[in-house]
């Protein structure tokens, strides 16, 4: 095929546009209701598309699945000037907690807290009406960690990052 869109002397896209054909053949995106043409586009500033998808994403999923419920919490520990050694960050979505983020600071590592973080987050996360936990962490950070608490894996990347492993666990609450 030439960059004109013709192979050997004929025109071949505007034929597989022509209505009936393009469904024949399984071609995509010919037209969108309301849109004359429509086409991929790499981003150069990914923030107005991102909008656009998390928009349109919600919407989708609120129709199928109901109102998702959303809210964001964080616990912290901090230490006798209040500055903050470590926490933990999560979010309750439908029946279900999301731990997005723990981290303990060095000095804070092996007193309990982590376990003590943990258990807030359940606990806060029961409160809202969550039955299931699920976190994901890499091999050199929580694994034992979580498994300790009750956590089983549920999902694992290999070499990601090299010479690690991504984990998924989750747990049942109460």
């Known amino acids: 095929m ?11 896209l505007p034929a597989l546009l ?14 969108l209701k309301g849109a004359r043409a ?24 609120t129709a199928k699945a109901g109102k998702a419920k959303y809210k964001r919490f964080a616990v912290s520990v901090r230490d006798d000037r209040d500055e903050i050694r470590g926490g933990i960050v999560a979010y309750t979505i439908w029946n279900w907690c999301f731990i997005e983020l723990l981290w303990l600071d060095e000095a804070a590592r092996g007193g309990g807290f982590g376990t003590e973080l943990m258990q807030r ?17 890499f091999s050199f950070q929580g694994d034992g ?21 991504r984990i998924w666990l989750k747990k049942d609450l109460p």
């Open 121 to 137: 987050a359940e606990a806060i996360a029961a409160e809202r009406g969550a039955r299931h936990v699920y976190v994901d962490t």
């Open 145 to 165: 960690f979580y498994q300790g608490l009750g956590y089983e894996t549920f999902g694992e990347l290999t070499e990601f990052p090299p010479g690690h492993r």
């Open 38 to 61: 429509v086409r991929v586009v790499d981003e150069k500033t990914p923030a107005k598309a991102a909008r656009a998808v998390v928009k349109g994403l919600v919407a989708y999923n």
């Open 18 to 31: 022509r209505p009936g054909i393009a469904g024949e053949r399984g071609q995509r995106g010919a037209e």
């Open 2 to 12: 030439r960059r004109d869109g013709t192979l050997a002397g004929r025109r071949v």
